[in-house]
């Protein structure tokens, strides 16, 4: 099936540093998303990415789809505590079965005041 | 807040006991979608159903079913519970049949002893 590595694991950053971590994977998708889960609670969108090569903010958040359709990144800038969680990337296609999301295994982002 | 809610929010039983998790969609939405959350796989898709119709299917074990009824609300059924079944349990929604855009609930968190 389908998978998507996402890098890094885990970052343990400074208040005010900017943040980039990407996924990739050997299949094509036609839609890249991420997602933030908070401790304790349920993942939130962030972005949605429909084209290739599209680059996208949302505030702080940027997030690019590859040209190659295989992979994507998201930068934070100027990281605050509050950007404290997991982030996952996902990305979606359509299958003969029909319509699949697949999620990468997350980054862990710490920030330091 | 999503809108999703999901109860019970924790729940604790014993192997071989069964239990069911339960799910409101947010107002208007007709897919539901039923993902587990553990510490060394991330998301996993179990199930999905639009307008109480089965629509697709993930690694959802055979003793695990869900239903989704009339008024749109779903119920995760988890059976002869064994250790590794603890996890994350979360549901989603989206509008449609797609599920690029999903809300998520808070999910409920089983502990299998």
């Known amino acids: 099936g389908q998978q998507l590595n996402q890098s890094p694991q885990s970052m343990f950053i400074q208040e005010g540093e900017d943040v980039s971590m990407n996924c990739t994977s050997s299949?094509?998708?036609?839609?890249w998303l991420w997602y933030k889960q908070d401790p304790g609670e349920g993942p939130v969108l962030l972005i949605a990415?429909?084209?290739?090569?599209e680059l996208t903010s949302n505030g702080r958040l940027t997030a690019q789809f590859g040209i190659t359709r295989k992979d994507s990144f998201l930068n934070i800038s100027a990281s605050i505590p509050s950007d404290v969680g997991i982030y996952f990337c996902?990305?979606?296609?359509?299958?003969?079965?029909?319509?699949?999301?697949?999620f990468g295994e997350g980054t862990q982002l710490t920030v330091n005041p | 807040d999503s809108g999703v809610t999901q109860t019970p929010k924790h729940l604790i039983t014993a192997t071989g006991q069964r239990v069911t998790l339960r799910c409101s969609p947010r107002s208007g939405d007709l897919s539901v979608y039923w993902y587990q959350q553990s510490l060394d796989q991330g998301l996993q898709f179990l199930i999905q159903?639009?307008?109480?119709?089965?629509?697709a299917k993930g690694n959802i074990l055979e003793r695990f079913s869900a239903q989704q009824f009339p008024d749109l609300h779903s119920e995760l059924n988890l059976s002869s519970l064994e250790l590794g079944d603890s996890a994350l349990y979360f549901c989603a929604s989206s509008a449609g049949t797609t599920n690029e855009k999903l809300f998520f609930g808070s999910g409920t968190q089983l502990s299998v002893l």
């Open positions: 990415l429909y084209k290739a090569g």
């Open positions: 299949s094509i998708f036609n839609t």
């Open positions: 996902a990305g979606h296609t359509w299958e003969t079965s029909g319509s699949r999301l697949t």
């Open positions: 159903y639009y307008n109480g119709e089965e629509r």
